[in-house]
């Protein structure tokens, strides 16, 4: 699978290119780092929108974590 981003992630594909090179510009790599962060800091990263929360919420819940508050 081609990395896109500047760093490898753990961010599924279907997060779309712009945002997983976006949030590891940002430095957030990996899942256990966004439970620092609330949505609405990731929603004012470039290229981060509605749907990739959504998305990034989906895989949290899978791996028993959510975003901090």
């Known amino acids: ?4 981003s500047p760093v490898p992630t753990e961010y599924p594909q279907r997060l779309g290119k712009t945002a997983r090179r976006e ?3 940002s430095g957030y790599t990996r899942y256990d780092q966004l439970t620092t962060v609330t949505p609405a800091d990731l929603l004012k990263i470039h290229g981060v929108g509605p749907k990739a ?7 949290l819940e899978t791996r028993s974590l959510s975003f901090g508050s």
Request: charged share 35%; net charge negative.
């Open 23 to 25: 949030l590891a510009l």
């Open 1 to 4: 699978m081609p990395e896109d």
């Open 53 to 59: 929360i959504r998305i990034l919420t989906e895989e």
